[in-house]
C-alpha cells in the first residue's frame, strides 16, 4: 500500500515550457487535491477534485490546469511555467466525509 | 489576505518543555480545525484535529485549545522531545473538507 504517489520528485523548467505533475493513490480516495506550499505561506489549494470527472478550482488556481479520468489520478498541468510556480507541490487524497488528508512526499519545482 | 494566522514562525524549545505555537481566525463558519506535522523533505501528515464544539482535545503529548469567542485555537506539545523537531501547520475549513486553509508555519526546534 504505497499511499500517494507523486512524480517526478524534483524538476527544473525554463519558463513558458510545460509539464505535467502526476499523483496517483491507491487508498480508493474519492477527493483529492493540489497545494502548492511557499516559504512564510503555509499550503495553498490549486485544484482539487471530489471524484471521477469533477474538479473545482481553490485558492491558486491560474496557471493550472487538472483533470480527474480515474479515481486513482490526478495530475497537475502547467501548460505555460512560470518563475512565480516554483515551489514545493503536494497532492493529498482523503475519503468523502472524513477530514484526514494523507499527502504525497511532494515535487519540487523550480522555474528558471 | 491571510484566514488563518499562525504564530510564532519559529520556536526552540529545550527538551521535556512545553511547546505552544498559536492561531487565528477571522471566518466564523470554519468548523474543523486540524494540525499537520512536517518533517523535511516528506508531506504533512494530520497530527490532531478539533471541532468548535469542544474547547480541548488532547492525544497524548499533544492537546489543541479552542476559544470559539476569541477565535483561536493553539496546539500544546508537552514534554517535547527532539523527535518533535519539525513544521507545524495549522489549518480551518468550513462546510465539510474541501478547502482547507493553511497557517503560514511553525518550525519547532526542540533542543537536548
Known amino acids: 500500500n504505497a499511499g500517494v504517489t507523486q512524480t517526478p520528485k524534483f524538476q527544473v523548467l525554463k519558463t513558458g515550457q510545460s509539464m505535467t505533475l502526476q499523483c496517483a493513490q491507491d487508498?480508493?480516495?474519492?477527493?483529492m487535491s493540489w497545494y502548492r506550499q511557499d516559504p512564510g505561506m503555509g499550503l495553498r489549494l490549486i485544484h482539487y477534485s471530489v471524484g471521477a470527472g469533477i474538479t473545482d478550482q481553490g485558492e491558486v488556481p491560474n496557471g493550472y490546469n487538472v483533470s480527474r479520468s480515474t479515481t486513482e489520478d490526478f495530475p497537475l498541468r502547467l501548460l505555460s511555467a512560470a518563475p512565480s510556480q516554483t515551489s514545493v507541490y503536494f497532492c493529498a487524497s482523503r475519503v468523502p466525509g472524513q477530514g484526514q488528508a494523507f499527502f504525497g512526499q511532494g515535487t519540487r519545482l523550480t522555474v528558471v | 489576505q491571510q484566514q488563518v494566522k499562525q504564530s510564532p514562525q519559529s520556536l526552540i524549545v529545550q527538551k521535556g518543555g512545553i511547546s505552544i505555537i498559536n492561531c487565528a481566525y477571522e471566518?466564523?463558519?470554519?468548523?474543523?480545525f486540524p494540525w499537520y506535522q512536517q518533517f523535511p523533505g516528506k508531506g504533512p501528515a494530520l497530527l490532531i484535529a478539533i471541532r468548535p464544539d469542544v474547547s480541548e482535545k488532547k492525544e497524548g503529548r499533544f492537546t489543541i485549545s479552542f476559544n470559539k469567542s476569541a477565535k483561536q485555537f493553539s496546539l500544546h506539545i508537552m514534554d517535547s522531545q527532539p523527535g518533535d523537531s519539525a513544521t507545524y501547520f495549522c489549518a480551518a475549513s468550513s462546510g465539510g473538507y474541501n478547502k482547507l486553509i493553511f497557517g503560514a508555519g511553525t518550525r519547532l526546534a526542540v533542543h537536548p
Open positions: 487508498m480508493n480516495h474519492e477527493y
Open positions: 471566518n466564523t463558519a470554519f468548523d474543523y
